[in-house]
């Protein structure tokens, strides 16, 4: 079995580490493993043995003239390299990379790691994109979504039948997030120590790309106030473009010594152990890792409501609003009441252990070697599924 998956980027965030992930799992099996991604949004984080294929022209911006060049590359690269299955990530690559494959691999699949159409998503852009998402899906054989929420959005908007969907979670060392309940009061305050903490200081932590999806801005303007008139930190893991914007605005409203950007941190649970709080105010995600591993962590959790928060029915989440109105409240319920607002039932997040993500990525596999097996092995023979797209070019149209 020869496999491509196709990404925009690959940079180090959640999505990154589920396509890590699966690419081991196949590699395990003696799969051999390429990928095609744009060569600046590269951080070489895949497993050695994958092979991987740059595509510049592979942008994340609209790009007619690009996107075209892209599409022809990637079609080009499938057919010199006739691979068994094409499996395409995120929006832009994910409509590239199917209709690149399009009778020339024998199996098609996509995984959705967020919506690309919907709330967040101005209306224009919305539209364009669920559209294309329709007329692709007439060509995928096989869907992931790394939730049962983000299943649902695309099911319920015609994307795709119920029965060509798998619902596989990204995997999270759930065990190792649990033991930070039981860290001793001297490892926290080494922690602490580490970071120039002292023992008073009431810790809020955010964990995210430094992007303006993350809305880390929206989380210092919400909490500025309580910032400034109590104890307390911001510290926010991540990297991105968005830094020295935050910087600025930190500045600008007179908490700069209250928000500390850390950067892109390897390992957060150091982090998790000495939180007070965590927040997530991102405008759209899948299902957001940093959540879970917070939960897992024993952390209360202030959110705006985003696709894949409800994957776990029992988690006492603090909802404000989408914009992040009342946060500075929750703040205060959480801070007067951690106990209340910390998820009590660990074994809720079983489903995400990597021996269960395993167990499911074994059967979809076994799934996507059987029916590779099952079809024509001239490359050019349209395959069986339903009517194509009218007319493939639609990606001119991105």
């Known amino acids: 079995m020869k496999i491509l998956h196709v990404a925009t980027r690959h940079r180090r965030g959640g999505a990154e580490r589920n396509l890590i992930h699966t690419m081991e799992q196949e590699l395990d099996r003696g799969w051999e493993v390429h990928a095609a991604v744009h060569p600046f949004e590269y951080q070489p984080t895949l497993p050695a043995s994958a092979r991987v294929h740059f595509v510049p022209q592979m942008v994340r911006e609209v790009s007619p003239y690009r996107d075209l060049l892209a599409t022809v590359i990637l079609r080009k690269l499938v057919r010199r390299e ?22 020339l691999a024998p199996a098609i699949v996509h995984t959705i790691h967020m919506p690309s ?90 964990i995210g790309a430094l992007d303006p999806r993350k809305r880390h801005d929206t989380a210092i303007r919400r909490l500025a106030p309580a910032m400034s008139n109590l104890d307390l930190v911001l510290l926010v893991a991540g990297e991105g473009p968005e830094e020295t914007n935050l910087r600025a605005l930190a500045a600008d409203l007179g908490v700069q010594n209250h928000v500390r950007l850390l950067g892109f941190v390897e390992d957060v649970r150091p982090l998790l152990g000495i939180a007070d709080v965590f927040v997530h105010v991102s405008e759209v995600e899948g299902v957001p890792q940093v959540v879970l591993q917070a939960l897992a962590a024993g952390v209360p959790v202030l959110a705006s409501p985003v696709e894949g928060l409800r994957e776990i029915d029992e988690a006492p989440l603090l909802l404000v609003g989408r914009d992040g109105d009342g946060l500075g409240e929750a703040l205060e319920r959480a801070l007067a009441d951690r106990e209340r607002f910390s998820l009590p039932n660990r074994d809720l997040l079983r489903d995400w252990s990597p021996k269960q993500v395993n167990l499911k990525l074994g059967e979809l596999h076994n799934d996507i070697e059987a029916l590779v097996r099952s079809r024509s092995t001239d490359r050019e023979t349209v395959r069986p599924a339903d009517a194509p797209p009218a007319a493939p070019s639609s990606s001119s149209s991105l």
Not at 182 to 191: G, M
């Open 82 to 103: 006739r691979f068994d299955v094409v499996h395409t990530h995120q929006s832009k690559a994910g409509i590239l990379g199917r209709v690149a494959a399009w009778r």
């Open 117 to 206: 159409f919907g709330e967040p998503y101005a209306s224009h852009a919305s539209w364009v994109f669920k559209r294309l998402e329709l007329l692709c899906a007439r060509i995928t054989d096989r869907f992931i979504a790394v939730g049962s929420e983000l299943r649902d959005v695309y099911v319920q908007a015609g994307v795709g039948r119920p029965e060509q969907y798998s619902v596989i979670h990204s995997p999270i060392d759930v065990s190792s997030f649990s033991k930070l309940r039981d860290s001793s009061p001297s490892q926290r305050s080494r922690w602490r120590r580490e970071l120039g903490i002292d023992a008073k200081t009431r810790v809020i932590l955010s």
